[in-house]
Structures are given as structure tokens and as C-alpha cells.
């Protein structure tokens, strides 16, 4: 098994939020970063001895194979790439469900699918789902949800057909994490709802047992420990990230 200062990892989303934080937080650890985005400009200040960038779409399959011939015998694979869709659900078309369904759900498979198989054993792959999964009270982000739920689905599946390799595959389920995607969450949903961006933030906080958000690093953290040797014996898993919200 390589020391964590030899391994290498794929981040996808890597241009905000969680991904741009968990692709810091392998350099901090010692790995080397493929730091991958649709947004190029954005990937440029992570560029450095630690981490490489491309700009790549998660759904073009050319791109996908790419990022896989970078990450033949790496150790992590994080699929934090995604995009939200904000909409009332009797308005939600076919296009914009395959939209989301594209991007979050359809490109986790085959990024699973074309690189899993190309870690090295002891390696692990964290897939970004969300507590819409299980929560159906922002119902303004059905067609996301049901892009989340199924990276469930991907994440079990995988961890079964890469254990014997020795690779392990999770997926976390974020609550509130402070990103640019949860601003435009809280900016479309709110006036929907009659209130303010801040009144409605306000009252999300409330609803969580730790009264908070978390920031971008704290998930980053929970990522780093699931890909890394502490966590040797977890695989299949879909761990709850959401201050209490969430708690089965
Ligand atoms: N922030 C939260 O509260 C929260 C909660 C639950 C789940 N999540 C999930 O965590 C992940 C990261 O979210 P975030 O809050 O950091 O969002 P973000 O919008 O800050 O970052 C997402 C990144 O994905 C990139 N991206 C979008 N489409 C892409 C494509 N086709 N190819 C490559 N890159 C693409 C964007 O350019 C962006 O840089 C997402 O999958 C999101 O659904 C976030």
C-alpha cells in the first residue's frame, strides 16, 4: 500500500464549495490532486505542487475517460461534481429532469464504472448525495432529490462489485453546507415560499439540532476520514452529514 504522500485522488466540482475543499484538503494530507471541473477559470487557484487541474464536463464520456487513464492505480475517487435545480415540482419538464439526472446520477455511474476498477486495492470513492434523499420538505428540488436518491443506489451497488478489489465506496448525505449552491437554493427557494433569503436561512438553522450550517471544510473532513485507511471496515454506507437534521 502507498504511503498517503504517494497516493493520488480525483476530485470532481473541484472549481467550489465542497469539492474545492476536500481537494485542499488531500493536498494538506499528502496526496496528489486531479482537481476537475466544467468551470476551467475557477480550477486556476488551486492549480499548484500538489494538485493538478482540468477542465473537463463530468458528462461528456471523451472527458470521463480522461480523468480515468489519470487515475489508473490512484486511491480516491470524489464525486462532488452536481448542479441544483431549483423549480415548483408540477413545473418540472423532461428536460430539466434529465438535466439533473445527467450530471449528478448519470456521470457518478459511469466515473464509478470507468475508474473503480482502476484503483488501487485499498482505495476508496466517495459519492455526494444529499439529505433531499430522504427528506422531501424542499420539494422545490424533487427532480434533484431523485437524482440524489440515486447515488444511493450507484454507491451500493459499487461497493459490492469493487469489494473484492479492496476498494470501498460511501456516499455522504450534506444537510446545509455554506457553497455558492446553497445560496441559490436559499435565493430561489425563499421568495417561492414568501420570505427572505435571510428569514428563510434563519429558519432552516432553527430546525437543525446544532442550530448551524457546516462550512465547506467540515464536510471536506468527513470526506477525508472516509477515504482514508481510519476507515477501513466501511463500505455501502450513506452517512448522515446534516447537524442532528437527519438521523436515519
Ligand atoms: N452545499 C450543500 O448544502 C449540499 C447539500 C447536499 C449535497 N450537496 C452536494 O455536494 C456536491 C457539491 O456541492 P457544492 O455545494 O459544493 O456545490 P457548488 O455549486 O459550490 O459546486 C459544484 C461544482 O460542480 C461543478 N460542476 C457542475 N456541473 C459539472 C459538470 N457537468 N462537469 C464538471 N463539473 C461540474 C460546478 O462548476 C461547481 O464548481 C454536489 O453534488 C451537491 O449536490 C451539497
Not at 413545473?91 to 434529465?98: G, P
Amino acid at each position: 500500500m502507498a504511503s498517503p504522500s504517494q497516493r493520488r485522488g480525483v476530485v470532481t466540482g473541484a472549481a467550489s464549495g465542497i469539492g474545492k475543499a476536500t481537494a485542499l484538503r488531500l493536498a494538506r494530507e499528502g496526496a496528489r490532486v486531479l482537481a476537475v471541473d466544467v468551470n476551467g477559470g475557477g480550477l486556476a487557484e488551486l492549480e499548484g505542487e500538489a494538485i493538478e487541474t482540468l477542465a473537463a464536463d463530468v458528462t461528456d464520456s471523451k472527458h470521463r475517460q480522461t480523468i480515468a487513464d489519470w487515475a489508473d492505480g490512484a486511491h480516491y475517487l470524489v464525486n462532488s461534481a452536481g448542479v441544483v435545480m431549483v423549480k415548483p415540482i408540477f413545473e418540472i419538464t423532461v428536460e430539466d429532469w434529465r438535466r439533473v439526472q445527467t450530471i449528478n446520477a448519470e456521470a457518478t455511474f459511469f466515473l464509478c464504472q470507468a475508474i473503480g476498477p482502476r484503483l488501487a486495492a485499498g482505495g476508496a470513492i466517495v459519492n455526494l448525495s444529499s439529505s433531499s434523499a430522504k427528506f422531501a420538505t424542499t420539494v422545490e428540488v424533487a427532480a434533484y432529490a431523485a437524482s440524489k436518491t440515486t447515488i444511493l443506489s450507484i454507491t451500493r451497488s459499487f461497493a459490492y462489485a469493487l469489494a473484492a478489489r479492496r476498494v470501498r465506496v460511501n456516499a455522504i448525505l450534506p444537510g446545509i453546507v455554506d457553497t455558492p449552491m446553497q445560496e441559490e437554493v436559499l435565493e430561489k427557494v425563499a421568495p417561492m415560499r414568501g420570505l427572505t433569503a435571510d428569514e428563510w436561512r434563519e429558519a432552516r438553522n432553527r430546525a437543525v439540532p446544532l442550530g448551524r450550517g457546516s462550512s465547506a471544510d467540515e464536510c471536506a473532513g468527513l470526506i477525508w476520514f472516509l477515504l482514508s485507511d481510519e476507515a477501513p471496515y466501511m463500505t455501502g454506507q450513506a452517512i448522515n452529514f446534516t447537524g442532528g437534521l437527519v438521523t436515519w
